[in-house]
């Protein structure tokens, strides 16, 4: 069971990307699908959830909330995350993971019941 994520690079404020978190070995359908990154320095964070490819459920924190879209391709067992209006505070690690067992937090992509991550891709965004 394997996510890899890519899409990730050097943008500048007010810029757009397209991170894609690629499956393979399971069908993203049946898990709920966060997206989480980590600046320098700081803690790791949720950033988005969907709940399976279809995308019957997505969440966006605060800080990114009207900037970045969640969604699925059932088709290509791929979830991305469109980041749009990029601000330097964006830069970070984009990881996606997999949570599995939704009693564990009920699908909301709380980070301790992420089952599955890919490594991570690099996204800054500066001038």
């Known amino acids: 069971l394997q996510l890899v994520e890519s899409g990730g690079g050097l943008v500048q404020p007010g810029g757009s990307l397209r991170l894609s978190c690629a499956a393979s070995?399971?069908?993203?359908?049946?898990?709920?699908i966060g997206w989480f990154r980590q600046a320098p320095g700081k803690e790791r964070e949720g950033v988005s959830c969907?709940?399976?490819?279809?995308?019957?459920?997505?969440n966006y924190a605060d800080s990114v909330k009207g900037r970045f879209t969640i969604s699925g391709d059932n088709a290509t067992n791929t979830i991305y995350l469109h980041l749009n209006s990029l601000k330097p505070e964006d830069t970070a690690v984009y990881y996606c993971a997999a949570e599995s067992n939704r009693y564990c937090s009920g699908f909301t992509c709380f980070e301790g019941c992420m089952d599955y991550w890919g490594k991570g891709t690099l996204v800054t965004v500066s001038s």
């Open positions: 969907i709940t399976g490819s279809g995308g019957s459920t997505t």
């Open positions: 070995g399971f069908t993203l359908d049946y898990y709920a």
